[in-house]
Every structure is written in structure tokens, then in C-alpha cells.
């Protein structure tokens, strides 16, 4: 038996012995608190592609977050929760498949910016910075290509974007796995994140546990609220799987066209290779920044303050 089929049957057995019991209880309750919390806080309007979810935070100048895989409109406010504390409206979306938003016959990332851009104008807002997280930062790239008059400035956080003369990272047999079963249920993954979280962390968020045991307990908290709040699973699962298919082998865009101002940030060690997606943005989008650090992973572990501190400084420069 090979190593995905392993952790898989292993979780699937133990949910098997303990569903009656304690755990399975446990389980009701993190899903129902998984529930609430995403129930509430959020509107719908209708896009031109169905359904769209969104959620607002803070109060001030409006700037867009884009969630990464995962996500949903809850994982942008929580990941821009500085930005909202420093005094900006936080406008975040949920993407196609994921939550309350639709799945169209088209979920490309052209396809998510014109969403995007659609949003904008239901809420009356002409113009903002797009911030875009992992695979996120693709739509938020399309925002600034197809529509630079409605972007203001472009960030893009730990991209999950095309680099030249580089084959894309592929996971390997365990988070083959993890996608191919753990989206299927949410018992298996609230499992998976009980029975074998630093594997979890490892797989789904390219981070090193060790960096997180070594974290703050705060720091600690926040990675561990990260991968929980992707419950549940099933509600995102669309939206996750084309995630894996348009970062998996992201296209090349037309960077050079890019007429806002940018700012690129990601981590050496991110397991998602994404340090070399930012450094290919910095230096193809011209005037581009670029930000980064050695250590933290895809989560950036140890850097969230000032990683949006310096977010908050490049948007205060431009204006």
C-alpha cells in the first residue's frame, strides 16, 4: 500500500471505529462552528457568471483581497485583518466553487477578474488596490491586465503564477492524496488536521512544521486557524480543484502591460516555489518592488506583522 493510500484508509478507519463516539461529536461541533462562521458577515449579488459572494471589513479607502486555495471570502478578511486595522475598507470576495459563489462553465482566471470588476461596480467603486494571495494572485494579475483603469495598485502575495524556463511544482504522492480524497469529505479532512496536522501543514499550506512549533504561540494560532477554516472542505472543493488545475500549470501573462503600481512579496523556503514567481513580476512589471523573506513558508510564519506593514507602507506611498 502506498503512502496516500495509507494516511487515507488510516483516517477512514479511525472515523470508522470512533463515528459513534467522542470524536464524531467533536467533529458535529467544529462543523457546526465551521458553519456559523461562515454563515454570517457576508452578501450576494448577481454577476454576469451567477452567484457572487463577498464580505467587507474596516472602514476608509477600499482595497480588494483575493483569497488564495482554500479560501473563501472568510480567508481574505482574515489574512487582511491588518489592513483593515490600519484603516482601509477590505472588500473580499469569494472566487468561482468556492462557498456561496457560482461555478460557471468558464472559471478562468480572465473569467474571475471580469467577476472581480463586476463586484466593484455593484458596490460603486471605480477604483482600488487588488491584492491577490497564491492562486489568487492570478485573478488579481487579470484585474490589472484586463482592466487598468479599475486597478490602482497591484500586490501579489506569495503568487501562485507562471515562472519561465521552470516546470510548476507538483505535489507529491501524500498531497496527491490529500487532494484527491480529503476534498471528497469533511470528516476525513477534519481528520486529517487531528490525526497528522504537521503533514497537513507541510502538504496543503508549503509550510515547515518546524517553523510553526517554533512560532509564537500566536503565530502558532493563526497557521493552525488557516488550515481549519478551509472547513468546510466541501463547499470549497470546486473551487480548490480548479485552484490545483490553473496554479498547478499557470500560463504565462502579460506582465510587461501592466501599468499600475506593483508590489511582489513571497518566502525563499515557500514550498510552492512561489519566491521565484514574485522575483519574475519585480522584474518583468515595470517599477515593480519586490519583498521577501528567507524563512516562513507559504504562510509566511513569523512575518504576517511586517509583511503587511509593508503592504500598508507601499500603499500609502502611491496614494
Known amino acids: 500500500m502506498n503512502r496516500r493510500h495509507f494516511l487515507w484508509t488510516g483516517i477512514a478507519a479511525a472515523g470508522t471505529l470512533v463515528a459513534g463516539g467522542a470524536v464524531y461529536r467533536a467533529f458535529a461541533a467544529e462543523m457546526a462552528r465551521q458553519r456559523a462562521r461562515i454563515g454570517a458577515g457576508s452578501e450576494v449579488f448577481q454577476s454576469r457568471f451567477g452567484t457572487m459572494e463577498f464580505a467587507v471589513a474596516g472602514n476608509g479607502q477600499p482595497a480588494i483581497m483575493i ?4 479560501g473563501g471570502f472568510d480567508q481574505g478578511l482574515t489574512i487582511s485583518a491588518p489592513l483593515a486595522a490600519a484603516g482601509r475598507r477590505i472588500i473580499a470576495p469569494s472566487r468561482f466553487g468556492y462557498l456561496r459563489t457560482a461555478f460557471p462553465t468558464d472559471p478562468s482566471s480572465e473569467n474571475q477578474a471580469d467577476a472581480i470588476v463586476g463586484m466593484m461596480d455593484h458596490l460603486g467603486i471605480d477604483r482600488a488596490p487588488i491584492l491577490g494571495g497564491s492562486a489568487g494572485a492570478l485573478s488579481a494579475i487579470q484585474v490589472a491586465i484586463r482592466h487598468p483603469d479599475r486597478c490602482a495598485a497591484l500586490v501579489a502575495i506569495v503568487p501562485a503564477t507562471f515562472v519561465p524556463d521552470r516546470a510548476p ?56 486557524s488557516i488550515l481549519r477554516e478551509i472547513l468546510p472542505v466541501s463547499v470549497r472543493a470546486k473551487g480548490m480543484l480548479n485552484d490545483a488545475r490553473l496554479a498547478g500549470t499557470p500560463a504565462p501573462m502579460d506582465l510587461a502591460a501592466i501599468t499600475a503600481p506593483t508590489l511582489a512579496i513571497s518566502l525563499v523556503d515557500d514550498g510552492f516555489g512561489t ?31 511586517e509583511l503587511f506593514r509593508e503592504i500598508e507602507r507601499f500603499l500609502s506611498g502611491i496614494g
Do not use: C, K
Not at 177 to 191: H, K, N, P, R, T
Not at 202 to 220: I, M
Not at 278 to 303: D, E, K, M, N, W
Open 275 to 305: 519566491f521565484e514567481a514574485a522575483r519574475h513580476i519585480a522584474a518583468t512589471v515595470p517599477g515593480a518592488q519586490l519583498v521577501s523573506y528567507p524563512t516562513g513558508g507559504h504562510v509566511f510564519v513569523g512575518h504576517a506583522i
Open 169 to 224: 511544482p507538483r505535489p507529491n504522492a501524500l498531497g496527491a492524496a490529500i487532494m484527491e480524497y480529503g476534498l471528497q469529505s469533511d470528516f476525513l479532512f477534519w481528520a486529517g488536521t487531528e490525526i497528522a496536522e504537521d503533514t497537513m501543514i507541510q502538504t496543503l499550506l508549503a509550510t515547515d512544521p518546524t517553523l510553526v512549533h517554533q512560532a509564537s504561540p500566536a503565530e502558532q494560532a493563526r497557521v493552525r
Open 67 to 70: 483569497h488564495g486555495t482554500g
